[in-house]
T-cell receptor, first 117, second 114 residues
Framework: AQTVTQSQPEMSVQEAETVTLSCTYD???????LFWYKQPPSRQMILVIR??????QNATENRFSVNFQKAAKSFSLKISDSQLGDAAMYFC??????????????FGKGTKLSVKP | DAGITQSPRHKVTETGTPVTLRCHQT?????MYWYRQDPGHGLRLIHY???????DKGEVSDGYSVSRSKTEDFLLTLESATSSQTSVYFC?????????????FGPGTRLTVL
């Protein structure tokens, strides 16, 4: 079974600085997607960024980028020019492209990010 | 906004009572999901549906049942609520095509079982 591990329960960053959130995963599959979701205090789950395992190029969405290391099974999220609105829980998630469970997400336990003004 | 609503948004109930949570979507997506979120556990899949009357179990399905009689509605039922089922419940839908698809989440339901 696949697992997702976020080893940093809490992180803190100064406004305008850069922060990197870590995520590792375990799988024997080769075809999968990885995601980062943001959950602000409103509780809404918001998709931040996705990465397809077959793509070498790291995904980027504005100030958010990932460092995808497939061999190391690592998928970290970098937030540049941090803003107060980035304060939230961040969840890393894995999705297989195989079998009947295709589409089911497996989540890490989350990292709580605080942004200091 | 993927057109997902959940009702109720908050509920307090007593141990042993039945509870039904409703997820409603407006866009006719085939796949729908129920997750629970607990501190220290992230989100865990309870049940999912891949069509009307087609459902399957997830990681933490014990004590829960689901039904989907219409494409737009996915119901989660706790037949006899227990304190361990105090949680925040999220519904999600899957959009897109095979391979390249995403899950979008509803606003969540906070359930407290006393």
């Amino acid at each position: 079974a696949q697992t997702v591990t976020q080893s940093q329960p809490e992180m803190s960053v100064q406004e305008a600085e850069t922060v990197t959130l870590s995520c590792t995963y375990d799988t024997s599959e080769s075809d999968y997607y990885l995601f980062w979701y943001k959950q602000p205090p409103s509780r809404q789950m918001i998709l931040v960024i996705r990465q397809e395992a077959y793509k070498q190029q790291n995904a980027t969405e504005n100030r958010f980028s990932v460092n995808f290391q497939k061999a190391a099974k690592s998928f970290s999220l970098k937030i540049s020019d941090s803003q107060l609105g980035d304060a939230a829980m961040y969840f890393c998630a894995y999705r297989s492209n195989y079998g009947g469970s295709q589409g089911n997400l497996i989540f890490g336990k989350g990292t709580k990010l605080s942004v200091k003004p | 906004d993927a057109g997902i609503t959940q009702s109720p948004r908050h509920k307090v109930t007593e141990t042993g009572t039945p509870v039904t949570l409703r997820c409603h979507q407006t866009e006719n997506h085939r796949y729908m999901y129920w997750y629970r979120q607990d501190p220290g556990h992230g989100l865990r899949l309870i049940h999912y549906s891949y069509g009307v009357k087609d459902t399957d179990k997830g990681e933490v399905s014990d004590g829960y049942s689901v039904s989907r009689s219409k494409t737009e509605d996915f119901l989660l039922t706790l037949e006899s609520a227990t304190s361990s089922q105090t949680s925040v419940y999220f519904c999600a839908i899957k959009t897109g095509t095979w391979g390249y698809n995403e899950q979008f989440f509803g606003p969540g339901t906070r359930l407290t079982v006393l």
